[in-house]
């Protein structure tokens, strides 16, 4: 019982220190300039929300690892967490992408654009913090190198091939999140949900320490959207949204099954595609395109919807999706 009223703390406590440290983050960042610069390539409807502050992802990282750190001290201390070093490991993870996303973003107010570290540049400094996770979750043996398959009793031993496939899983899903994050309250929203599913596993499996990092993600998503639903008074940035792939896909690996985020992240996984068919199509065809604009919730947006029509619609799948998801894996 004391770890649900821990885990209900963690969520309450993160989502006001989130909101708490948004109002005073927005008016600081306005007094630097650090404002959003539009793409021209954008939706034209976009522009009105040049110079709104970013890198407000900075509120809920900072909220998520004071309140963890807190509740995992009173988890330990009351007997209910016994080892807490791989949740730790997978917040040292969110943290080091959230650090490439701060160097990204302080990159693009240095360049006075919306262009901050070139795409290798970025996808190296990933590839590297991917792979100290990977090493440090093999060397203190949470992790080898079996791959379990969803909704069977069926696995895949991949030797060495395993650390090549998580490379790619873990740095796609993390650039997936970041695609995401193109419009207002759509990748909080969308994320807030992933972590309600990590909650409850961890609750239900008795994994009490991821238990209480997804809650205090869902509560730093919360507290974030009082601030960036639309119309949105500050973006993330790749700040945020880098941190918050980093937290769910190293989630996913705690539960032991990493392939599950595809399901679950369904709508990171759909935007990302939506970007490779539009680039191959449109190589393939020379000039011609997929869609009216990727990634997809732009071509909802070019379609007619409404940015809060996207946010609930994309949030409402995943809802449907991380639902069906648990009821499979752990009640069928």
């Given at each position: 019982m004391e770890i649900r009223i821990l885990y209900v703390a963690a969520l309450m406590l993160t989502m006001l220190l989130t909101a708490g440290i948004s109002r005073k983050l927005i008016p600081f960042l306005k007094s630097k300039k650090m404002g959003q610069k539009i793409l021209e390539i954008g939706p034209r409807w976009h522009k009105n929300k040049e110079g709104t502050p970013t890198m407000g992802g900075i509120a809920f990282i900072v909220a998520i690892c004071?309140?963890?750190?807190?509740?995992?001290?009173?988890?330990?201390?009351?007997?209910?967490?016994?080892?807490?070093?791989?949740?730790?490991?997978?917040?040292?993870?969110a943290l080091c992408n959230g650090l490439i996303g701060v160097?990204?973003?302080l990159a693009k107010f240095s360049h006075g654009q919306n262009q901050g570290l070139t795409a290798i540049q970025k996808y190296l400094l990933q590839l590297f913090a991917a792979g100290l996770f990977l090493f440090g979750a093999r060397v203190f043996g949470y992790l080898d190198t079996v791959l379990v398959i969803p909704f069977t009793e069926l696995y895949i031993d991949l030797g060495?091939?395993?650390?090549?496939?998580?490379?790619?899983?873990?740095?796609?899903?993390?650039?997936?999140?970041?695609?995401?994050?193109?419009?207002?309250?759509?990748?909080?929203?969308?994320?807030?949900?992933?972590?309600?599913f990590f909650s409850i596993v961890g609750l239900y499996t008795a994994r009490s320490d991821m238990a209480l990092l997804s809650g205090c993600g869902v509560g730093g998503c919360l507290g974030f959207l009082v601030y960036n639903f639309h119309p949105a008074r500050v973006f993330m940035g790749d700040t945020g949204s880098l941190f918050l792939g980093g937290l769910v896909v190293g989630l996913a690996y705690m539960m032991g099954s990493p392939l599950l985020i595809v399901l679950v992240g369904i709508i990171y996984m759909v935007e990302t595609l939506s970007v490779m068919l539009q680039v191959g199509y449109f190589k393939l065809t020379h000039g011609k395109r997929l869609f009216k604009m990727s990634p997809i919730h732009h071509h909802f947006e070019k379609c007619?919807?409404?940015?809060?029509?996207?946010?609930?619609?994309?949030?409402?799948?995943?809802?449907?999706?991380?639902?069906?998801?648990?009821?499979?894996s752990y009640l069928l």
């Amino acid at each position: 019982m004391e770890i649900r009223i821990l885990y209900v703390a963690a969520l309450m406590l993160t989502m006001l220190l989130t909101a708490g440290i948004s109002r005073k983050l927005i008016p600081f960042l306005k007094s630097k300039k650090m404002g959003q610069k539009i793409l021209e390539i954008g939706p034209r409807w976009h522009k009105n929300k040049e110079g709104t502050p970013t890198m407000g992802g900075i509120a809920f990282i900072v909220a998520i690892c004071a309140v963890f750190a807190a509740v995992l001290g009173i988890g330990c201390y009351l007997g209910k967490i016994k080892e807490c070093g791989f949740v730790l490991l997978v917040l040292g993870f969110a943290l080091c992408n959230g650090l490439i996303g701060v160097v990204d973003d302080l990159a693009k107010f240095s360049h006075g654009q919306n262009q901050g570290l070139t795409a290798i540049q970025k996808y190296l400094l990933q590839l590297f913090a991917a792979g100290l996770f990977l090493f440090g979750a093999r060397v203190f043996g949470y992790l080898d190198t079996v791959l379990v398959i969803p909704f069977t009793e069926l696995y895949i031993d991949l030797g060495v091939f395993y650390y090549v496939f998580s490379l790619i899983l873990i740095t796609g899903t993390v650039n997936a999140v970041n695609l995401t994050d193109g419009i207002d309250g759509l990748a909080s929203s969308v994320t807030m949900v992933v972590c309600v599913f990590f909650s409850i596993v961890g609750l239900y499996t008795a994994r009490s320490d991821m238990a209480l990092l997804s809650g205090c993600g869902v509560g730093g998503c919360l507290g974030f959207l009082v601030y960036n639903f639309h119309p949105a008074r500050v973006f993330m940035g790749d700040t945020g949204s880098l941190f918050l792939g980093g937290l769910v896909v190293g989630l996913a690996y705690m539960m032991g099954s990493p392939l599950l985020i595809v399901l679950v992240g369904i709508i990171y996984m759909v935007e990302t595609l939506s970007v490779m068919l539009q680039v191959g199509y449109f190589k393939l065809t020379h000039g011609k395109r997929l869609f009216k604009m990727s990634p997809i919730h732009h071509h909802f947006e070019k379609c007619g919807w409404s940015e809060v029509k996207i946010v609930s619609v994309f949030s409402v799948i995943t809802l449907i999706i991380c639902a069906i998801v648990f009821v499979f894996s752990y009640l069928l």
